[in-house]
Protein backbone atom coordinates (compact mmCIF):
# COMPACT_ATOMS: atom_id res chain seq x y z
CA UNK A 1 0.00 0.00 0.00
CA UNK A 2 3.36 2.28 0.86
CA UNK A 3 6.41 2.13 -0.47
CA UNK A 4 9.45 4.44 -0.04
CA UNK A 5 9.15 5.95 -3.35
CA UNK A 6 5.76 7.47 -2.29
CA UNK A 7 6.94 8.63 0.90
CA UNK A 8 9.56 10.86 -1.31
CA UNK A 9 6.91 12.36 -3.51
CA UNK A 10 5.07 13.28 -0.73
CA UNK A 11 7.53 14.47 0.96
CA UNK A 12 8.99 16.96 -1.95
CA UNK A 13 5.62 18.12 -2.48
CA UNK A 14 5.61 18.92 1.24
CA UNK A 15 9.04 19.82 1.85
CA UNK A 16 8.33 24.25 1.22
CA UNK A 17 5.52 24.32 3.94
CA UNK A 18 7.43 21.31 6.18
CA UNK A 19 10.73 23.40 5.82
CA UNK A 20 13.15 22.15 8.81
CA UNK A 21 14.36 24.71 10.19
CA UNK A 22 17.30 24.18 12.59
CA UNK A 23 18.77 27.52 13.20
CA UNK A 24 17.96 28.50 16.82
CA UNK A 25 18.57 24.80 17.51
CA UNK A 26 21.57 24.65 16.48
CA UNK A 27 23.01 27.13 18.39
CA UNK A 28 21.10 26.08 21.97
CA UNK A 29 23.00 21.96 21.22
CA UNK A 30 26.12 23.74 20.95
CA UNK A 31 26.11 26.08 24.10
CA UNK A 32 25.06 22.85 25.73
CA UNK A 33 27.88 20.91 24.19
CA UNK A 34 25.38 18.60 22.46
CA UNK A 35 26.23 17.12 18.90
CA UNK A 36 23.16 17.75 16.28
CA UNK A 37 24.08 14.44 14.67
CA UNK A 38 24.49 12.50 17.92
CA UNK A 39 21.32 13.65 18.99
CA UNK A 40 19.18 13.26 15.91
CA UNK A 41 20.51 9.56 15.69
CA UNK A 42 19.35 9.09 19.34
CA UNK A 43 15.93 10.36 18.45
CA UNK A 44 15.89 8.12 15.17
CA UNK A 45 16.74 4.67 16.35
CA UNK A 46 14.10 4.91 19.27
CA UNK A 47 11.48 2.26 18.19
CA UNK A 48 7.88 2.06 19.95
CA UNK A 49 6.13 -1.31 19.68
CA UNK A 50 2.78 -0.84 18.57
CA UNK A 51 0.16 -3.27 20.57
CA UNK A 52 -2.26 -5.86 18.02
CA UNK A 53 -4.87 -4.97 19.83
CA UNK A 54 -4.59 -1.46 19.37
CA UNK A 55 -4.90 -1.49 16.02
CA UNK A 56 -8.79 -1.29 15.90
CA UNK A 57 -11.51 1.08 17.22
CA UNK A 58 -11.81 0.30 21.37
CA UNK A 59 -15.07 1.01 22.88
CA UNK A 60 -16.44 1.58 26.22
CA UNK A 61 -19.36 -0.50 28.17
CA UNK A 62 -21.85 1.82 26.67
CA UNK A 63 -21.00 0.84 23.16
CA UNK A 64 -18.65 0.44 20.33
CA UNK A 65 -18.82 2.60 16.79
CA UNK A 66 -16.90 0.79 14.87
CA UNK A 67 -14.25 2.72 12.26
CA UNK A 68 -14.32 0.07 9.39
CA UNK A 69 -11.36 -1.99 7.27
CA UNK A 70 -10.19 -2.79 10.95
CA UNK A 71 -7.53 -5.83 10.79
CA UNK A 72 -9.18 -9.30 11.26
CA UNK A 73 -6.30 -11.25 11.38
CA UNK A 74 -2.74 -11.42 12.78
CA UNK A 75 -1.33 -10.95 9.17
CA UNK A 76 -4.05 -7.81 9.21
CA UNK A 77 -2.37 -6.47 11.97
CA UNK A 78 1.17 -6.97 11.03
CA UNK A 79 0.35 -4.84 7.68
CA UNK A 80 -0.79 -1.64 9.48
CA UNK A 81 2.06 -1.51 11.71
CA UNK A 82 3.91 -2.24 8.37
CA UNK A 83 1.90 1.05 6.98
CA UNK A 84 2.72 3.16 10.29
CA UNK A 85 6.61 1.95 10.47
CA UNK A 86 6.56 2.94 6.31
CA UNK A 87 4.95 6.18 7.49
CA UNK A 88 7.12 7.34 10.80
CA UNK A 89 9.95 5.09 10.53
CA UNK A 90 9.93 4.64 14.60
CA UNK A 91 7.33 1.63 14.85
CA UNK A 92 9.36 -1.30 13.73
CA UNK A 93 8.19 -3.23 16.36
CA UNK A 94 4.16 -5.66 17.01
CA UNK A 95 3.43 -6.80 20.53
CA UNK A 96 1.24 -9.94 20.21
CA UNK A 97 -1.45 -10.85 23.13
CA UNK A 98 -2.43 -14.73 22.97
CA UNK A 99 -5.13 -16.16 22.43
CA UNK A 100 -6.30 -13.11 20.37
CA UNK A 101 -3.48 -13.29 18.11
CA UNK A 102 -2.44 -16.73 17.84
CA UNK A 103 -0.25 -17.49 14.69
CA UNK A 104 -0.99 -20.32 12.67
CA UNK A 105 2.20 -20.31 10.14
CA UNK A 106 5.18 -19.04 12.27
CA UNK A 107 7.21 -19.01 9.02
CA UNK A 108 5.02 -17.23 6.77
CA UNK A 109 4.23 -14.57 10.04
CA UNK A 110 7.54 -13.73 10.39
CA UNK A 111 8.20 -13.03 6.66
CA UNK A 112 5.49 -11.17 6.55
CA UNK A 113 6.96 -8.85 9.27
CA UNK A 114 10.54 -9.14 8.51
CA UNK A 115 9.56 -7.48 4.92
CA UNK A 116 8.04 -4.57 6.66
CA UNK A 117 11.57 -4.57 8.67
CA UNK A 118 8.76 -5.27 11.81
CA UNK A 119 9.98 -7.74 14.62
CA UNK A 120 8.35 -8.92 17.48
CA UNK A 121 8.20 -7.26 21.13
CA UNK A 122 6.98 -8.19 23.96
CA UNK A 123 4.34 -10.86 24.26
CA UNK A 124 1.12 -10.79 26.41
CA UNK A 125 -0.62 -13.04 28.28
CA UNK A 126 -4.63 -13.25 28.35
CA UNK A 127 -5.46 -14.99 31.73
CA UNK A 128 -8.64 -12.28 32.00
CA UNK A 129 -11.21 -13.32 29.83
CA UNK A 130 -11.89 -17.35 29.74
CA UNK A 131 -15.55 -17.65 29.95
CA UNK A 132 -15.97 -21.12 30.40
CA UNK A 133 -18.69 -22.30 33.27
CA UNK A 134 -16.75 -25.35 33.92
CA UNK A 135 -13.32 -24.87 37.03
CA UNK A 136 -11.28 -23.25 34.14
CA UNK A 137 -12.73 -19.96 34.04
CA UNK A 138 -10.83 -16.83 35.21
CA UNK A 139 -13.92 -14.79 36.91
CA UNK A 140 -12.54 -15.17 40.48
CA UNK A 141 -8.80 -15.61 39.39
CA UNK A 142 -5.78 -16.75 37.24
CA UNK A 143 -1.98 -16.98 38.58
CA UNK A 144 -3.95 -16.58 42.59
CA UNK A 145 -6.87 -18.98 42.49
CA UNK A 146 -7.72 -20.87 44.83
CA UNK A 147 -8.25 -23.60 42.71
CA UNK A 148 -5.02 -25.11 41.91
CA UNK A 149 -6.57 -26.77 38.52
CA UNK A 150 -7.13 -23.04 37.82
CA UNK A 151 -3.64 -21.66 38.84
CA UNK A 152 -2.54 -24.97 36.93
CA UNK A 153 -4.55 -23.78 33.09
CA UNK A 154 -2.91 -20.03 33.47
CA UNK A 155 0.16 -21.04 34.07
CA UNK A 156 0.21 -23.76 31.10
CA UNK A 157 -1.53 -20.67 29.01
CA UNK A 158 1.91 -18.30 30.11
CA UNK A 159 3.82 -21.55 28.99
CA UNK A 160 2.27 -21.54 25.71
CA UNK A 161 2.48 -17.54 25.01
CA UNK A 162 6.66 -18.27 25.73
CA UNK A 163 6.32 -20.95 23.06
CA UNK A 164 4.64 -18.86 20.38
CA UNK A 165 6.58 -15.97 21.39
CA UNK A 166 10.37 -18.12 20.57
CA UNK A 167 8.96 -19.43 17.18
CA UNK A 168 8.50 -15.57 16.51
CA UNK A 169 11.80 -14.09 17.89
CA UNK A 170 10.26 -12.60 20.88
CA UNK A 171 12.01 -11.86 23.76
CA UNK A 172 9.73 -10.93 26.41
CA UNK A 173 6.68 -11.82 28.04
CA UNK A 174 3.96 -9.03 29.41
CA UNK A 175 1.99 -10.58 32.76
CA UNK A 176 -0.90 -8.47 33.39
CA UNK A 177 -3.22 -9.82 36.22
CA UNK A 178 -6.58 -8.81 36.39
CA UNK A 179 -6.72 -11.45 39.88
CA UNK A 180 -8.44 -9.58 42.77
CA UNK A 181 -11.62 -8.43 44.81
CA UNK A 182 -14.09 -6.55 44.47
CA UNK A 183 -15.41 -7.38 48.19
CA UNK A 184 -13.69 -7.05 51.52
CA UNK A 185 -13.17 -11.03 52.98
CA UNK A 186 -13.41 -11.59 49.11
CA UNK A 187 -10.22 -14.14 49.48
CA UNK A 188 -6.96 -13.98 51.88
CA UNK A 189 -4.27 -11.41 51.23
CA UNK A 190 -1.34 -13.36 51.97
CA UNK A 191 -2.73 -16.21 50.47
CA UNK A 192 -3.35 -14.73 46.84
CA UNK A 193 0.48 -13.10 47.40
CA UNK A 194 1.77 -16.21 47.48
CA UNK A 195 -0.04 -18.44 44.91
CA UNK A 196 0.54 -15.66 43.15
CA UNK A 197 4.49 -15.85 43.68
CA UNK A 198 4.39 -19.77 42.85
CA UNK A 199 2.39 -19.66 39.72
CA UNK A 200 4.94 -17.15 38.48
CA UNK A 201 8.08 -18.88 39.47
CA UNK A 202 6.81 -21.85 37.55
CA UNK A 203 6.19 -19.60 34.29
CA UNK A 204 9.70 -18.48 35.13
CA UNK A 205 11.61 -21.80 35.23
CA UNK A 206 9.90 -21.70 31.13
CA UNK A 207 11.84 -18.91 30.37
CA UNK A 208 14.54 -19.43 27.54
CA UNK A 209 17.86 -17.86 29.48
CA UNK A 210 17.66 -14.87 27.21
CA UNK A 211 13.87 -13.56 27.79
CA UNK A 212 12.63 -11.13 30.42
CA UNK A 213 9.18 -11.81 32.71
CA UNK A 214 7.75 -8.29 32.60
CA UNK A 215 5.58 -7.83 35.57
CA UNK A 216 2.85 -4.93 35.22
CA UNK A 217 0.57 -3.85 37.67
CA UNK A 218 -2.48 -1.47 38.62
CA UNK A 219 -4.47 -0.26 41.79
CA UNK A 220 -8.22 -1.09 40.27
CA UNK A 221 -10.31 -2.33 37.56
CA UNK A 222 -11.44 -4.94 36.77
CA UNK A 223 -11.39 -5.39 40.74
CA UNK A 224 -12.36 -2.32 43.14
CA UNK A 225 -11.45 -3.46 46.31
CA UNK A 226 -7.88 -5.09 45.69
CA UNK A 227 -5.93 -6.27 43.28
CA UNK A 228 -3.19 -9.00 43.67
CA UNK A 229 -0.38 -7.01 41.88
CA UNK A 230 -2.01 -3.39 42.82
CA UNK A 231 1.47 -0.86 42.44
CA UNK A 232 5.11 -1.15 41.63
CA UNK A 233 6.13 -2.16 44.71
CA UNK A 234 4.32 -5.25 44.96
CA UNK A 235 5.26 -6.09 41.32
CA UNK A 236 9.17 -5.12 42.58
CA UNK A 237 8.84 -7.83 45.39
CA UNK A 238 7.59 -10.38 43.23
CA UNK A 239 10.50 -9.89 40.35
CA UNK A 240 12.84 -9.41 42.92
CA UNK A 241 11.77 -12.80 44.53
CA UNK A 242 11.82 -14.48 41.03
CA UNK A 243 15.32 -13.39 39.62
CA UNK A 244 17.59 -11.43 37.25
CA UNK A 245 15.36 -12.12 34.50
CA UNK A 246 12.23 -10.68 36.04
CA UNK A 247 11.92 -6.73 35.98
CA UNK A 248 8.33 -4.27 36.74
CA UNK A 249 6.48 -3.10 33.50
CA UNK A 250 4.88 0.78 34.01
CA UNK A 251 1.85 1.48 32.50
CA UNK A 252 1.06 4.60 32.56
CA UNK A 253 -2.52 5.04 32.94
CA UNK A 254 -1.87 2.22 35.69
CA UNK A 255 -1.96 4.40 38.75
CA UNK A 256 -4.16 6.22 41.06
CA UNK A 257 -4.53 10.01 40.08
CA UNK A 258 -1.14 12.25 41.13
CA UNK A 259 0.92 9.11 41.62
CA UNK A 260 4.62 10.81 41.35
CA UNK A 261 5.46 8.08 38.01
CA UNK A 262 9.30 9.54 37.42
CA UNK A 263 9.89 8.83 40.42
CA UNK A 264 9.41 5.15 40.75
CA UNK A 265 10.78 4.85 37.45
CA UNK A 266 14.27 6.36 39.04
CA UNK A 267 14.25 3.93 41.82
CA UNK A 268 13.25 1.06 39.44
CA UNK A 269 16.45 1.89 37.53
CA UNK A 270 18.39 2.49 40.12
CA UNK A 271 17.50 -1.03 41.38
CA UNK A 272 17.84 -2.33 37.32
CA UNK A 273 14.42 -3.62 37.65
CA UNK A 274 12.58 -1.76 35.15
CA UNK A 275 11.44 -3.55 32.10
CA UNK A 276 9.59 -1.70 30.16
CA UNK A 277 7.04 0.91 29.51
CA UNK A 278 3.44 1.16 28.46
CA UNK A 279 3.04 4.42 27.01
CA UNK A 280 -0.35 6.13 26.86
CA UNK A 281 -1.77 9.02 28.87
CA UNK A 282 -4.94 9.25 31.34
CA UNK A 283 -6.95 12.23 33.10
CA UNK A 284 -8.49 9.69 35.52
CA UNK A 285 -7.63 6.50 36.07
CA UNK A 286 -6.70 3.73 32.94
CA UNK A 287 -8.15 6.11 30.28
CA UNK A 288 -5.80 5.16 27.64
CA UNK A 289 -5.89 8.09 25.85
CA UNK A 290 -3.34 9.63 23.50
CA UNK A 291 0.00 9.48 24.79
CA UNK A 292 0.85 13.21 25.66
CA UNK A 293 -2.29 14.55 24.86
CA UNK A 294 -3.60 15.33 28.93
CA UNK A 295 -0.45 16.04 30.69
CA UNK A 296 2.66 16.21 28.51
CA UNK A 297 5.26 18.09 31.16
CA UNK A 298 4.96 14.61 33.49
CA UNK A 299 5.74 12.52 30.06
CA UNK A 300 8.80 14.84 29.73
CA UNK A 301 9.67 14.15 33.61
CA UNK A 302 9.46 10.55 32.79
CA UNK A 303 11.92 10.79 30.10
CA UNK A 304 14.23 12.73 32.21
CA UNK A 305 14.50 9.72 34.50
CA UNK A 306 14.77 7.28 31.48
CA UNK A 307 17.90 9.36 29.71
CA UNK A 308 19.19 9.64 33.50
CA UNK A 309 18.67 6.19 34.48
CA UNK A 310 20.09 5.14 30.88
CA UNK A 311 23.47 7.17 31.86
CA UNK A 312 24.26 6.44 34.98
CA UNK A 313 22.28 2.82 35.88
CA UNK A 314 23.34 -0.58 34.41
CA UNK A 315 19.65 -1.04 33.74
CA UNK A 316 18.78 -3.45 31.24
CA UNK A 317 17.45 -2.21 27.74
CA UNK A 318 13.91 -1.53 27.98
CA UNK A 319 10.40 -2.47 26.31
CA UNK A 320 9.34 0.31 24.86
CA UNK A 321 4.98 0.00 24.09
CA UNK A 322 2.16 1.58 23.42
CA UNK A 323 -0.83 0.46 25.34
CA UNK A 324 -4.25 2.52 24.43
CA UNK A 325 -7.31 2.43 23.18
CA UNK A 326 -9.15 4.26 20.63
CA UNK A 327 -12.81 5.11 20.54
CA UNK A 328 -13.64 8.57 19.03
CA UNK A 329 -10.27 8.74 16.50
CA UNK A 330 -8.57 6.17 13.45
CA UNK A 331 -6.67 3.97 15.75
CA UNK A 332 -4.01 4.58 13.13
CA UNK A 333 -4.17 7.89 13.46
CA UNK A 334 -4.09 7.72 17.11
CA UNK A 335 -0.94 5.68 17.21
CA UNK A 336 1.33 8.65 14.92
CA UNK A 337 -0.25 11.24 17.42
CA UNK A 338 1.42 8.38 20.10
CA UNK A 339 4.75 7.78 19.00
CA UNK A 340 5.46 11.43 17.65
CA UNK A 341 4.61 12.88 21.08
CA UNK A 342 7.00 10.19 22.85
CA UNK A 343 10.21 11.43 20.42
CA UNK A 344 9.17 14.74 21.30
CA UNK A 345 9.31 13.77 24.91
CA UNK A 346 12.42 11.90 24.45
CA UNK A 347 14.11 14.80 22.48
CA UNK A 348 13.29 17.13 25.14
CA UNK A 349 14.87 15.30 27.45
CA UNK A 350 17.90 14.78 25.46
CA UNK A 351 18.32 18.53 25.71
CA UNK A 352 18.55 18.89 29.69
CA UNK A 353 21.95 19.84 30.83
CA UNK A 354 22.28 17.09 34.01
CA UNK A 355 25.05 18.48 34.64
CA UNK A 356 24.44 21.91 35.33
CA UNK A 357 20.75 20.47 37.30
CA UNK A 358 23.53 18.30 39.65
CA UNK A 359 25.12 21.43 40.93
CA UNK A 360 22.13 23.02 41.49
CA UNK A 361 20.86 19.99 42.87
CA UNK A 362 24.13 20.15 45.06
CA UNK A 363 23.74 24.00 46.19
CA UNK A 364 19.80 23.83 47.02
CA UNK A 365 19.00 25.71 43.97
CA UNK A 366 15.32 24.89 43.69
CA UNK A 367 14.76 27.41 40.78
CA UNK A 368 17.95 26.50 38.96
CA UNK A 369 16.85 23.16 39.26
CA UNK A 370 13.68 24.28 37.70
CA UNK A 371 14.62 26.33 35.23
CA UNK A 372 16.98 24.18 33.82
CA UNK A 373 13.67 21.44 33.04
CA UNK A 374 11.64 24.07 31.82
CA UNK A 375 13.89 25.31 29.31
CA UNK A 376 14.31 22.30 27.52
CA UNK A 377 10.67 21.81 27.76
CA UNK A 378 10.02 24.99 26.79
CA UNK A 379 12.31 24.10 23.55
CA UNK A 380 11.06 23.46 20.57
CA UNK A 381 12.25 20.26 18.98
CA UNK A 382 9.81 19.25 16.48
CA UNK A 383 12.73 19.87 13.95
CA UNK A 384 14.84 17.36 15.38
CA UNK A 385 11.94 14.73 15.24
CA UNK A 386 11.24 15.59 12.07
CA UNK A 387 14.65 15.35 10.51
CA UNK A 388 15.28 12.24 12.76
CA UNK A 389 12.04 10.16 10.63
CA UNK A 390 13.36 11.74 7.53
CA UNK A 391 16.53 10.52 7.24
CA UNK A 392 15.25 7.52 7.86
CA UNK A 393 13.29 7.48 4.82
CA UNK A 394 9.63 8.60 7.13
CA UNK A 395 7.23 10.88 6.15
CA UNK A 396 7.65 14.68 6.86
CA UNK A 397 4.27 14.69 8.96
CA UNK A 398 3.35 11.11 9.47
CA UNK A 399 -0.09 12.14 9.71
CA UNK A 400 -0.76 14.44 6.89
CA UNK A 401 0.73 11.95 4.64
CA UNK A 402 -2.03 9.08 6.43
CA UNK A 403 -4.81 11.46 5.54
CA UNK A 404 -3.16 12.35 1.67
CA UNK A 405 -3.06 8.28 0.81
CA UNK A 406 -6.16 7.96 2.18
CA UNK A 407 -5.39 4.99 3.64
CA UNK A 408 -8.75 4.20 6.06
CA UNK A 409 -10.90 4.44 3.11
CA UNK A 410 -8.35 1.58 0.89
CA UNK A 411 -8.74 -0.54 4.16
CA UNK A 412 -12.51 -0.08 4.63
CA UNK A 413 -12.94 -1.11 0.49
CA UNK A 414 -10.06 -3.98 0.71
CA UNK A 415 -11.34 -4.92 4.10
CA UNK A 416 -15.11 -4.23 4.16
CA UNK A 417 -16.77 -1.54 6.64
CA UNK A 418 -17.79 -4.22 9.30
CA UNK A 419 -14.35 -6.05 10.05
CA UNK A 420 -13.27 -6.03 13.66
CA UNK A 421 -10.34 -6.04 15.34
CA UNK A 422 -9.84 -8.34 18.42
CA UNK A 423 -8.98 -7.00 21.32
CA UNK A 424 -10.52 -5.35 24.57
C1 LIG B 1 -4.58 -3.93 31.29
O1 LIG B 1 -5.33 -2.80 31.55
C2 LIG B 1 -3.59 -3.73 30.17
O2 LIG B 1 -2.90 -2.52 30.36
C3 LIG B 1 -2.62 -4.86 30.05
O3 LIG B 1 -1.40 -4.44 29.51
C4 LIG B 1 -3.30 -5.74 29.09
O4 LIG B 1 -2.49 -6.73 28.58
C5 LIG B 1 -3.74 -4.69 28.08
O5 LIG B 1 -4.23 -3.66 28.92
C6 LIG B 1 -4.74 -5.11 27.08
O6 LIG B 1 -5.97 -5.35 27.64
MN1 LIG C 1 -0.81 -2.24 29.78
Known sequence: MLDQNKIKTFNKEQLPSHKINFDHLEERLTQKGLDLEAVVDQIGALQIAVPSWALGTGGTRFGRFSLGGEPSTLEEKIKD???LHALNQSSGAISLHIPWDIPKDYNAIKDLANGLDIVFDAVNSNTFQDQAESLHSYK????????????KEAILHNKEVINHGIELGSKALTVWLADGTSFSGQHDFR???QRTLESLEEIYDHLPSDWKLLIE??????????????????SHLLASKLGDQASTLVDLGHHLPNTNIEQIVAL????NKLGGFHFNDSKYGDDDLTVGSIKPYQ????????VK????????????MIDASHNLKDPMEDLLQSVESIKIAFAKALLVDYDRLKVAQSKNDVAGGQSILQEAFRTDVRPLVKESIYRKGGALDALEAYRYFDIRNKLI???????KSTGL
Open 81 to 83: VGI
Open 140 to 151: FGSLSHIDKAVR
Open 191 to 193: GAF
Open 217 to 234: YKPYEPNFYSMVIPDWGT
Open 268 to 271: LMHL
Open 299 to 306: LFLIFCEL
Open 309 to 320: GMRETANPELSW
Open 413 to 419: SERGRDS
